[in-house]
T-cell receptor
Framework: AQSVTQLGSHVSVSEGALVLLRCNYS??????LFWYVQYPNQGLQLLLK??????LVKGINGFEAEFKKSETSFHLTKPSAHMSDAAEYFC????????????FGAGTQVVVTP | EAQVTQNPRYLITVTGKKLTVTCSQN?????MSWYRQDPGLGLRQIYY???????DKGDVPEGYKVSRKEKRNFPLILESPSPNQTSLYFC??????????????FGPGTRLTVT
C-alpha cells in the first residue's frame, strides 16, 4: 500500500522568495504522483502530476516538481512566491497498477508575507 | 461549463437519520470518487468507482455506502450517521486510463455536521 508524508504543516515565505514544499512517498510499485492546491472554501485543483517519462514536471502558476526515485521524493517548488500562492497544498500518490486508489498527504498551509 | 456539483453544500443532521449527498458531473468521466477532509489528516478516500456498476473501497469506507447506476451520478449514503462523520466531503471525477490517472476534478464540497 502507498503512503505520503508532507514535511511541515505550515510554511511561511516572503513574496518573491523561493517556495519549497516537501513530499516523500512509499509505494511497492511505480507510483503516480500529484500536487493539488486548495484555495480557501474551494475544492482541490490539480497543479501537476508525474506518471512516467521526464522526472521534472512543470505545472500551472509557475510550479514544478521533480520525481527522485532514489530519495522517494516529489518536492514542489516555485522560484518566486506571489501573494496569490497562499493556499493549502496536498501531495498525493497512487500506484500504477491500481491508480484509482489515491492517497493524500496531510497538507501544507502556505502563507505569503509582503 | 464543465463541473462537478454536490448537494447539499451544508447539512446539519442528528445521529441516526439517514442522509444522501448527491454528486453529479457533466464531463462524461468514467471515474468518480468520494473523500472526506479533516484538519491535520488531509483527504481520505471513502469509495471510488471506475465505471458504472463498479465501485471499490477506499481507506475509510466504514459507515458509508455508494452506488453508481449511471455515469454522471455517484451519491454518498450515510445510513446511520454518527458524530464522527462530521466532516467536509468532496466528490471528484476524472477520465479513466493511465494518461488521465489522478487528474481529478473536484466538487465544491459538502460540510456535514452530525449532532
Amino acid at each position: 500500500a502507498q503512503s505520503v508524508t508532507q514535511l511541515g504543516s505550515h510554511v511561511s515565505v516572503s513574496e518573491g522568495a523561493l517556495v519549497l514544499l516537501r513530499c516523500n512517498y512509499s509505494s511497492s510499485v511505480p507510483p503516480y504522483l500529484f500536487w493539488y492546491v486548495q484555495y480557501p472554501n474551494q475544492g482541490l485543483q490539480l497543479l501537476l502530476k508525474y506518471t512516467t517519462g521526464a522526472t521534472l514536471v512543470k505545472g500551472i502558476n509557475g510550479f514544478e516538481a521533480e520525481f527522485k526515485k532514489s530519495e522517494t521524493s516529489f518536492h514542489l517548488t516555485k522560484p518566486s512566491a506571489h501573494m496569490s500562492d497562499a493556499a493549502e497544498y496536498f501531495c498525493a500518490v497512487s500506484e500504477s497498477d491500481s491508480w484509482g486508489k489515491l492517497q493524500f498527504g496531510a497538507g501544507t498551509q502556505v502563507v505569503v508575507t509582503p | 461549463e464543465a463541473q462537478v456539483t454536490q448537494n447539499p453544500r451544508y447539512l446539519i443532521t442528528v445521529t441516526g437519520k439517514k442522509l444522501t449527498v448527491t454528486c453529479s458531473q457533466n464531463m462524461n468521466h468514467e471515474y468518480m470518487s468520494w473523500y472526506r477532509q479533516d484538519p491535520g489528516l488531509g483527504l481520505r478516500q471513502i469509495y471510488y468507482s471506475m465505471n458504472v456498476e463498479v465501485t471499490d473501497k477506499g481507506d475509510v469506507p466504514e459507515g458509508y455506502k455508494v452506488s453508481r447506476k449511471e455515469k454522471r451520478n455517484f451519491p454518498l449514503i450515510l445510513e446511520s450517521p454518527s458524530p464522527n462523520q462530521t466532516s467536509l466531503y468532496f466528490c471528484a471525477s476524472s477520465l479513466s486510463g493511465t494518461s488521465s490517472a489522478g487528474e481529478q476534478y473536484f466538487g465544491p464540497g459538502t460540510r456535514l455536521t452530525v449532532t
